[in-house]
């Protein structure tokens, strides 16, 4: 896994599996070991190499991480390694991110719009190393915003 623990939102994180046959009707479950809010959502990657070390870019300073903040926890800056990538973006907030807006280029996933802990997922495929990709949704929601991005190998 790749996170970002410090702050308010604590443990924003990306999770890997890998899996050999179609995902069809699959359960993801996840154990909190508290009753605090927690949002969560599932990208599934097909294509992905680099199975037996890491699905994420090699780049030592991945996954990059901001926040918490009320103005500027959303933005961050992706510098990938590979060439080819999937690159992956969320942002979490202590409350809702009902006035987020896509990052330019990017592909939204979801947002799960949970009062408690939002959760807002992004995608945007890339065809050549990237540096200082910036990534800053805009917001009017100020609410501890945190947010997390890295790469996924080989995804084109």
């Known amino acids: 896994d790749r996170w970002l623990a410090d702050g308010v939102i604590r443990g924003l994180k990306f999770y890997t599996g890998y899996v050999t046959a179609t995902m069809a009707g699959v359960n993801v479950t996840a154990t909190l070991s508290s009753n605090s809010g927690a949002s ?20 030592s300073i991945l996954p990059v991480t901001a926040g918490p903040n009320d103005s500027t926890g959303q933005h961050v800056q ?22 987020i807006t896509d990052p330019s280029g990017w592909t ?7 009062v408690l802990s ?9 065809n050549s190393a990237q ?11 100020a ?14």
Do not use: M, Q
């Open 78 to 99: 992706i510098s990938t390694t590979n060439p080819r990538s999937l690159l992956v973006y969320a942002c979490a907030a202590k409350g809702p991110l009902v006035n």
């Open 131 to 141: 540096t200082l990709l910036d990534v800053n949704p805009s917001t009017s929601d």
């Open 40 to 59: 969560f959502i599932v990208l599934p990657i097909r294509g992905a190499y680099n199975r037996t070390l890491s699905f994420f870019d090699p780049n």
């Open 108 to 114: 939204g996933v979801a947002n799960t719009g949970y």
């Open 143 to 156: 609410h501890e915003t945190s947010s997390i991005g890295d790469g996924i190998n080989g995804v084109l």
């Open 118 to 126: 939002d959760l807002a997922v992004w995608y945007k495929l890339v």
